[in-house]
Structures are given as C-alpha cells and as structure tokens.
C-alpha cells in the first residue's frame, strides 16, 4: 500500500468512528431510559414492562425489511421478531434474567447487522439499538444481583 492509500484508509475510518459516536451516545441515553421505564408505569410489574419492550425493540427491524423490499429478508426479520416475543412471554413469569438474555441477544443481533447489512438502509439503527439493548441488559442485571425492586 502506498502512504496515500494508508491516509486515506485511517481517514476512512476515523470518520466511520466518528459518525457512530452520535447513534451510540443516543442509545446509552435511551438504554438508561429502557432499564428505568417500569418507573414511568408503576402499576405494572417490573418483568411486564421489559417483557413489552423487548419485542417493540425487535419488531423495528420488521419495518425496516419491508422498506427493504426483499422477501427473504422479511422472513428472517419476522422470524427473529418471533423469537423475541417468546423469550419476553417467558419473562413475564420467569426469571428477569430472560430480560437479560434477550436484551443482550438482540444487541448481538444488531451488531450482526451492522456488520453485514443484511437489512439495506439501517446505517445508524444497528449502533444505537446495540448501544440501547447492552445498557439496559447491564443496568437490568446489576438491578438483579443488586436486589432492586425495578425487577421484581
């Protein structure tokens, strides 16, 4: 590679760095939110609250396979949409620890996403829902072991 090649492959990625700072920063704000939200609705169990949002934040990608256009992609969208709904379900009544996993699971799912794009047209989405998703699933589970009564 020659020395202008490298510039401009550092440059490259230091301005990929710098337009993910904004999403990321976002998603730690909204994952906060996330992990206190069963305050905003007391009169709900704590495990009720996540259980709604973990499928609401899942089910985002579904919108954004239809823009795709491409049915396969829908179909795998709507699949892991699907799965996300079980795991919240199951939470309602088991453990939070499911909150956890499924948090953590879809924040895996995003960074998949971002890196194969197999949804066209989520430049920024992945960053900030991973960023959501890992904040919410470490505040969550730190409310666990803590003993907190934001997940009991």
Known sequence: MTTD?????????????????TPVAWGVVFGVLQAVSPLALSWLDPATVYALG???IAAVYIG???????????????GVAAGFVVVAAAAVTGTP??????LAGHGGKDLW????????????????????????????????????PLVS
Request: hydrophobic content about 55%; charged content about 20%.
């Open 5 to 21: 090649s490298l510039r401009t492959t550092a440059l490259e990625a230091r301005t990929r760095r710098r337009s993910l700072r």
């Open 54 to 56: 973990l499928p609401l």
């Open 64 to 78: 954004f396979a239809v823009a795709d256009g491409r049915p396969h992609v829908l179909a795998v969208e709507s």
């Open 97 to 102: 620890w499911l909150i956890v996993a499924g």
């Open 113 to 148: 996403q971002h890196r194969t794009g197999f949804v066209r047209g989520t430049r920024w989405w992945p960053p900030f829902c991973a960023a959501v998703d890992v904040v919410a699933a470490a505040l969550i589970a730190v409310a666990i072991l803590a003993d907190l």
